[in-house]
């Protein structure tokens, strides 16, 4: 139904910057909140940020100050712009569509929807 693509991954060295996109598809009346999740190995993945189709942010306090979240709803695209990127960093980073009403004629689906993730790797 939804349809999430990331990219913008790719291996920085710590300082570095980084910033991936999440772009949706599919017949989306609208997104009820888009949140970066990031997995590593080992660990459970974790909430990054989130943000509201009211524009509302929460961050994690690991990432608070270098991490930004902005969406374009007009384009179905969230992006998360990191910057200062350190090793602890490195994850797998899942797109995560939540409170998403789809429609199709006269039918709405209330779901969410996940990404299939991208590589972010923090290394000198």
């Known amino acids: 139904q939804v349809h999430l693509v990331e990219s913008g991954g790719g291996l920085v060295q710590p300082g570095g910057s980084l910033t991936l996109s999440c772009a949706a598809s599919?017949?989306?009346?609208?997104?009820?909140?888009v949140g970066w999740h990031r997995q590593a190995p080992g660990k459970q993945r974790e909430l990054v940020a989130a943000?509201?189709?009211?524009?509302?942010?929460n961050y994690a306090d690991s990432v608070k100050g270098r991490f930004t979240i902005f969406r374009d709803s007009a384009k179905n695209t969230a992006y998360l712009q990191m910057n200062n990127l350190q090793p602890e960093d490195t994850a797998v980073y899942l797109c995560h569509a939540d409170w998403a009403i789809t429609y199709s004629g006269n039918q709405r689906v209330l779901d969410d929807y996940w990404g299939q993730g991208t590589q972010v790797t923090v290394s000198s």
């Open positions: 599919g017949k989306i009346f609208s997104i009820g909140a």
């Open positions: 943000i509201t189709d009211g524009g509302k942010t």
